[in-house]
Structures are given as C-alpha cells and as structure tokens.
C-alpha cells in the first residue's frame, strides 16, 4: 500500500506561482495513476489533474487547463503539480491520490476512482 504525502501549499497573491509535490512511500508510483484533487471550502471534493502510469496523457479540469501542469519524477517517487498565474477561485486544500493501473495509458478523473490519498496541502489564493 502505498502511502502519499502532500508539500508545497501556502499563502501567495493573486498571478503568484506555487509547486506542489506529492511524495509516495512503501510503494513506486510508477505502477499508479496519480490525481490530483482539490476541496474549497464549503465545496465538494473536485479533480484537478491527472497523470496516466506512463505519462503519455494529461488531463486538466477546465478551470485550471493552460496555467497547472502535472508531472512525474521517478528518480524522487514523486508527481508534482505547477500552478501558474493563481486565482483566489483556486483556494482550497489539495490532495494527492494514487491508483494501481495495469495499463500504461489508464487516466482516473473521479475521486472514487482512488483507493490511496494523502492528508492534503492548504493553497490560498489572496491579495
């Protein structure tokens, strides 16, 4: 079982950039779909991105498509999230998710879809 473990939240201004990393343990992440979600307060939980096992294809939620970009780092067992040009609409707590696919091209866009999660970094967005 693999265990997942958020970084890299904080407190920016508006058009600010942040990096944020999910680091996993007890397991390679190269054998999961990594997910990346994220819970505004008083809202639901929703996807934000997503990395297939091979890295071959991306998904975006529209909200974020053009400003985030997910990617791997194999050598450090983690998958990292660039958040560029920040909005204070993207305030919310962030989770990692990971999910053992047997095929390379396999992309998890529901929160149910993951059985491993993290406990989640803070992102405020605000002037």
């Known amino acids: 079982q693999v265990q997942l473990v958020e970084s890299g939240g904080g407190v920016v201004q508006p058009g600010d950039s942040l990096i944020l990393s999910c680091a996993g343990s007890?397991?390679?992440?190269?054998?999961?779909?990594i997910g990346w979600f994220r819970q505004a307060p008083g809202k639901g939980r929703e996807g934000v991105s997503c990395i297939s096992r091979g890295d071959g294809i991306t998904y975006y939620a529209d909200s974020v498509k053009g400003r985030f970009t997910i990617s791997r780092d194999r050598a450090k067992n983690m998958v990292n999230l660039q958040m560029n040009s920040l909005k204070p609409e993207d305030t919310a707590v962030y989770y990692c998710?990971?999910?053992?696919?047997?095929?390379?091209?396999?992309?998890?866009?529901?929160?149910?879809?993951?059985?491993?999660w993290g406990q989640g970094t803070q992102v405020t967005v605000s002037s």
């Open positions: 007890g397991a390679s992440l190269d054998y999961y779909t």
């Open positions: 998710a990971a999910q053992p696919v047997p095929e390379a091209d396999t992309i998890l866009v529901l929160e149910h879809n993951y059985d491993n």
